[in-house]
């Protein structure tokens, strides 16, 4: 039996409790997950909680429920609204009907009355996910799938094989449409092996994809076909700013799918390109970025520009799978790991070489591949910081036990460096975040939308690294930041409250006391009483 989730929003504590008492929750396949008692708390909740239904009074402080449901609306569109209202007003139920509102329910509210709404969501809640989980209509929709012609030429033009005197006729061949200006490739990656008891991981791959279509193709104008293994979408972009924004549609997408139909999706974002056929690059750098969950954890979208800036080049990987495999671990594994896999590579490297002539050319496309490697990754090592023509000479007069070493170590030092400057390239990032909000805390507009705009990064992207590297959102620390301003001040100067709100950034006095007694527990008046009562 799903069990859904509810979020009650009213400024009347006594009503939520009254409401919370009349229902029997559990036995209607409900439960309360928080209380808000204005419509800017309820936002951020939703951010945490993303709640399956928001129960909501109209008339409440700083937002009104009106509003609230068009935000709601705006950014959760799966989220199911209620109003509850004593207002019998007939321009709140049409705006109500507009914001295809479930339920406009007037106070005082009834019991039996709830009991009846809440049923009856509960069975538009389950039909929904069982449309989602029938395994018979994910078998159809894979028959109905993109025509062959279509998803060939789409996995043909990934691969670079298109010629440029090709396309046109493709394009009205097939009756494709490409507007751009600007493209970006995605590959949308779900897992195989995180999948629940009676769920096929084929299935779940394509309701994955049905669902990703459903999801993006309107505002994105996307092309969506399957290659190996992945869905893969193409991208239309007005301007090459809108990447930040796709890539957060895209982690909400993640979530989505994790919370309804129990996926685990991974979204790589590959870099933008202006032509058609430069999509190679990046479906090639996209699928690179869905790699990186290995470091930044599935259920969420990755942009490789953002992850990976250090790591970015145009370097071309040999047609060698040992090779790939090598520097991927590089990037990615454990010290241990990467000692064996060096260990098997350069066995088998020299293991092909008969004569002294062929051992100097395998030691010298070896020296080739890594300075490559170190070149494109911005890597500065001591080996190859001399003269290059000496350390062949080096390495061609070393034994083979020497050798091996020689390069395991190389293949090590590659791996530190990439941690140490990944490393450094966060806790830089999280430092100018905080840089700034020192200069700019008493600025109303300053935002997480302002600051990720500031600083050209996607909202997920700028709130993952955020929290992980000082264990708070980057709201909260903000907020805190402009409390703790407002307490100094308070103390050190005789300003009204009202004038202390503005500098700190609150241009509403109500909603600046209202955080501050939230963080201090006392009104700022009270607050500045008390401290002075101390100091006497």
């Known amino acids: 039996m799903e069990k859904y989730t509810v979020l009650l929003v009213d400024d ?4 939520l409790q009254v409401i919370k008492k009349k229902i029997n929750w559990e036995g209607l396949g409900f439960s309360v997950i928080g209380y808000a008692d204005n419509g800017v708390k309820a936002l951020e909740m939703m951010e945490e909680y993303q709640p399956d239904v928001v129960m909501t009074d109209i008339k409440m402080p700083y937002m009104d429920g009106m509003e609230l449901a068009k935000r709601i609306k705006s950014g959760y569109p799966a989220t199911k609204i209620l109003i509850f209202t004593g207002f019998d007003e007939f321009e709140y139920a049409k705006e109500a009907v507009h914001l295809e509102v479930e339920e406009y329910i007037l106070k005082p509210v009834n019991s039996v009355e709830l009991t009846n709404v809440f049923t009856q969501l509960k ?10 989980r029938n395994a018979e209509i994910l078998k159809n929709y894979y028959m109905e799938s993109l025509p062959f012609l279509k998803t060939n030429f789409y996995s043909t033009l990934i691969e670079g094989r298109i010629h440029e005197n090709e396309v046109e006729k493709y394009l009205a061949d097939y009756q494709i449409t490409f507007t751009g200006p600007f493209y970006c490739c995605l590959v949308i990656h779900t897992s195989s092996t995180q999948v629940s008891k009676n769920m096929n991981p084929v299935l779940l791959a394509i309701s994955v994809q049905k669902q990703a279509k459903e999801y993006l193709a309107e505002r994105w104008k996307v092309k969506c076909f399957s ?19 796709l890539t957060d549609e895209c982690d909400r997408f993640c979530r989505y799918a994790r919370r309804m139909i129990d996926a685990v999706v991974t979204v790589g974002v590959g870099c933008v390109c202006s032509d058609v056929l430069d999509l190679s690059q990046s479906y090639n750098s996209a699928r690179e970025a869905v790699s990186y969950r290995a470091l930044y954890g599935a259920v969420r979208a990755i942009n490789i520009k953002e992850i990976a800036p250090q790591e ?16 991927k671990m590089i990037r990615f594994n454990s010290e241990e790991e990467v000692k064996q896999e060096a260990d098997r590579y350069i066995s088998r490297l020299f293991q092909a070489a008969k004569s002294l002539q062929q051992h100097h050319i395998a030691v010298m496309e070896l020296v080739s591949v890594m300075y490559r490697f170190a070149s494109n990754h911005d890597i500065t090592v001591s080996a190859f910081s001399g003269d290059m023509r000496e350390l062949y000479g080096k390495l061609l007069e070393m034994e083979p036990d020497s050798l091996r070493k020689w390069f395991t170590e190389l293949c090590l030092s590659f791996r ?9 390239s966060t806790k830089t990032f999280v430092q100018k975040a905080q840089e700034y909000v020192r200069s700019h805390y008493m600025e109303a507009e300053l935002s997480l939308d302002s600051m990720c705009e500031e600083l050209g990064v996607s909202n997920s992207y700028f709130s993952t690294i955020f929290k992980k590297e000082t264990g708070n959102s980057f709201i909260s620390y903000l907020t805190d930041y402009r409390m703790d301003q407002a307490a100094r001040r308070l103390l050190e100067t005789n300003e009204k409250s009202y004038m202390i709100a503005k500098e700190v950034g609150y241009t509403d006095p109500n909603y600046f006391s209202y955080v501050f007694k939230r963080r201090f527990g006392v009104s700022p008046s009270k607050y500045r009483t008390e401290h002075a009562a101390s100091e006497s």
């Open 312 to 327: 970015m080049g145009e370097f071309e990987m040999p047609n060698d799978a040992e090779l790939s495999r090598l520097l």
């Open 12 to 15: 009347e504590e006594e009503v």
């Open 227 to 245: 290659y190996l293994g992945n869905t893969v979408m193409i991208a239309q972009l007005s301007n090459e700013n809108e990447i930040s924004e």
């Open 123 to 132: 069975i538009k809640l389950d039909q929904e996910i069982s449309e989602k």
């Open 416 to 424: 530190e460096y990439l941690i140490s400057t990944r490393n450094k």
